[in-house]
Structures are given as structure tokens and as C-alpha cells.
């Protein structure tokens, strides 16, 4: 969630970014934050696949909105970037 992103962050390139908004009846939300390796040398944003958090995610989405949802993820540039429609 939004306070692992917070505790995984370094001083020295640290950045979230969130942007939510609703029009016409559609909320979209979409939050980016750089990936960091962990102590043991892992990633902790693990992108198109996802950790645990992700596949949470998934999971209600499909079980709440069904067809009404979208949910984009994608790396670029080192920076993890996750996009979420819900009509």
C-alpha cells in the first residue's frame, strides 16, 4: 500500500506522486514512485507482476467493479507507475 511506498523510500531519489480525479462519474487514480532495491538486493516494486499488494488489488477489483475497471501497471525509467479507472 501507499505506506510501503512511503516506508522504502531514500533520501537522495525519493518521490511519490498521486493524482485522483472524478469526471462524468469515473474516479481515476494514479500514483508513481521510483523502484528501490531492498537490503538483500531485491526490488521493491516489482512491476508487471507485482507483489502481493498487486495481486490483492486484482482480486477485488474483479470481485467489486468487475467490468467497470481498469487498472494499468508499468515500469519505465526505473519509476513504477500503477493507473486505476473505476466507472
Do not use: W
Not at 481498469?70 to 486505476?84: E, G, Q, S
Amino acid at each position: 500500500g501507499l505506506g510501503d511506498v512511503y516506508k522504502r523510500q531514500t533520501k537522495d531519489k525519493s518521490f511519490i506522486s498521486i493524482t485522483l480525479s472524478v469526471k462524468n462519474s469515473v474516479i481515476s487514480f494514479e500514483i508513481s514512485n521510483p523502484i528501490v532495491e531492498t537490503k538483500t538486493g531485491g526490488q521493491a516494486s516489482k512491476g508487471q507482476d507485482g507483489g502481493l499488494g498487486l495481486s490483492n488489488l486484482k482480486r477485488r477489483l474483479r470481485l467489486m467493479y468487475e467490468d467497470k475497471h481498469a487498472l494499468d501497471i508499468c515500469t519505465k525509467d526505473n519509476v513504477f507507475t500503477a493507473r486505476m479507472t473505476l466507472t
